[in-house]
């Protein structure tokens, strides 16, 4: 997930870091800890590798001090905002076969893109990009699944008007979960632009919202640690 999974996808965004969606069961952290020592990586700041934070929301910060990993960050996550359980997300990866021969399981691009609506605002220039690269690289070859996924996730009102003047059907069926599409139907991109800005601030506040307890924790943590380090 994250940068890297962009990349992948499309949505060319340079990045020394890495995001990993995990499954937090005991036997697969143990393994997890195992590739870290490998890595020489260690935490930073908090909190510690455990499933207790991350079946919480949290993210685990480390930074690798191997030779050939020196100064990259990975970002290890189990559970997000907006996002299914980690069953599903696995259920539904994509894999990609690097030039090496290397698999590498990545969040399918439906559930990357939900992953981004963060309160961030480099991930939503990301996730018009994200889309944008996939409605191009199959506007040829639509089917059910990706005309859902155009019509629920486009984010540019030239291209959400075009997209719904291709699948009028489709687009008036999902009006009902995304109000914008009435418009785009319609074919008036100036209303189009000021409903995705409402979306947009919508999702950046679930996102405060979520994060707010979390936020708490980790401070309290801070504290407990520098206490401790007196």
Same mark, same amino acid.
């Given at each position: ?8 996808? =499309? ?21 997890? $800890? ?11 700041? /908090? #909190? ?5 934070? *991350? !079946? ?22 189990? $559970? @997000? ?9 696995? !259920?539904?990866?994509?894999?990609f076969r690097l030039d090496d021969g290397f698999e590498l399981d990545v969040l399918s691009l439906p559930d990357l893109v939900a992953s981004k609506k ?13 889309? %944008? ?5 199959? @506007? ?21 008007? !075009?997209?719904?003047?291709?699948? #009028? =059907?489709?687009? /008036?069926?999902?009006? =009902? %979960?995304?109000? /914008?599409?009435?418009?785009?139907v319609e074919g008036e991109e100036e209303p189009i632009a000021h409903l995705l800005a409402d979306e947009e601030a919508h999702e950046r506040e679930l ?5 707010? #307890?979390?936020? $708490? !924790? *980790?401070?309290?943590?801070? $504290? ?7």
């Amino acid at each position: 997930m994250g940068g890297q999974a962009c990349i992948l996808y =499309g949505a060319a965004e340079f990045s020394r870091d890495a995001d990993l969606a995990v499954f937090a069961s005991p036997g697969n952290l143990d393994r997890l $800890k195992a590739a870290l020592d490998d890595l020489d990586a260690v935490v930073v700041a /908090v #909190p510690p590798l455990d499933a207790e934070y *991350l !079946e919480r929301g949290h993210a685990v910060h480390f930074r690798c001090r191997h030779p050939e990993a020196e100064g990259m960050r990975l970002d290890v996550m189990s $559970k @997000f905002r907006g996002v299914d359980p980690f069953a599903a997300l696995w !259920e539904r990866r994509t894999t990609f076969r690097l030039d090496d021969g290397f698999e590498l399981d990545v969040l399918s691009l439906p559930d990357l893109v939900a992953s981004k609506k963060t309160q961030r605002d480099k991930d939503w220039p990301m996730i018009r990009r994200l889309v %944008e690269a996939h409605y191009d690289r199959f @506007f040829g070859e639509p089917n059910d699944a990706r005309i859902r996924f155009w019509l629920q996730e486009l984010r540019t009102p030239e291209l959400l008007v !075009e997209c719904a003047s291709r699948f #009028p =059907g489709a687009a /008036v069926d999902l009006a =009902g %979960e995304r109000p /914008v599409l009435t418009s785009a139907v319609e074919g008036e991109e100036e209303p189009i632009a000021h409903l995705l800005a409402d979306e947009e601030a919508h999702e950046r506040e679930l996102d405060r919202t979520y994060w707010a #307890p979390l936020r $708490k !924790e *980790l401070e309290a943590l801070r $504290k407990q640690r520098r206490h401790r380090a007196r």
